[in-house]
């Protein structure tokens, strides 16, 4: 099965700051690619999907990048709101494997 | 509006059962692929299981295989995981989700299932 390896685990940031998480599939899943955002307490919400598309209503600071194995969630300008654990998940093909998630802080 | 309502978690002992339900509305629940995930407590998302409803039946994660089952009611709307023999680190709130594509679009609220003697 493919693995999806995200780093860093945690991340502190300013307010401001361009964030970047990482997401590596140990085999290609061309653009098969989803991250999503989960607030503490709360139920996951889709931020991109096909690794670049941004799901309609979510703010245009978040952008997503990458295909084959290798891709990428940026936040160009962390807000207080971003506080939250970041989760991308490969769907070309059961399993539908998550990364282990990365929680952004803000320091 | 698309709405997912789980329902069925629980305590329940080691080596139990337990069935969740999935109530969806807001769309032709037939037409879509559906998902389990998991969440263990202050862990990270475990995806479980896909169900689609076109013959390519139902896939599951190698955590799960040979002891939980997904199945749909299309009369009601209803998608279920028939989870056997039950184990402690099958603890978690369960979420059933809308797949669009493979990606899941709309997530209920999940309901927890503690597995605990």
């Known amino acids: 099965d493919i693995q999806m390896t995200q780093s860093p685990s945690s991340l502190s940031a300013s307010v401001g700051d361009r964030v970047t998480i990482t997401c590596r599939a140990s085999q290609g899943i061309s653009n098969y690619l989803a991250w999503f955002q989960q607030k503490p307490g709360k139920v996951p919400n889709l931020l991109i999907y096909?690794?670049?598309t941004l799901q309609s209503g979510v703010p245009s600071r978040f952008s997503g990048s990458g295909s084959g194995t290798d891709f990428t969630l940026t936040i160009s300008s962390l807000q207080p709101e971003d506080v939250a654990t970041y989760y991308c998940q490969k769907y070309n093909s059961a399993p539908y494997t998550f990364g282990q998630g990365t929680k952004l802080e803000i320091k | 509006e698309v709405q997912l309502v789980e329902s069925g978690g629980g305590l329940v002992q080691p080596g139990g059962s337990l069935r969740l339900s999935c109530a969806a509305s807001?769309?032709?629940?037939?037409?879509?692929?559906m998902s389990w995930v998991r969440q263990a407590p202050g862990k990270g998302l475990e995806w479980v299981s896909v169900?689609?409803?076109?013959?390519?039946?139902?896939k599951y994660s190698d955590s799960v295989r040979g002891r939980f089952t997904v199945s749909s009611d299309n009369s009601k709307n209803t998608l279920y995981l028939q989870m056997n023999s039950l184990r402690a680190e099958d603890t978690a709130v369960y979420y059933c989700?809308?797949?669009?594509?493979?990606?899941?679009?709309?997530w209920g609220q999940g309901t927890l299932v503690t597995v605990s003697s």
């Open positions: 807001g769309f032709t629940f037939r037409s879509y692929a």
């Open positions: 989700a809308k797949l669009y594509g493979g990606y899941a679009r709309y």
């Open positions: 169900f689609t409803d076109n013959g390519g039946g139902a």
């Open positions: 096909a690794a670049s």
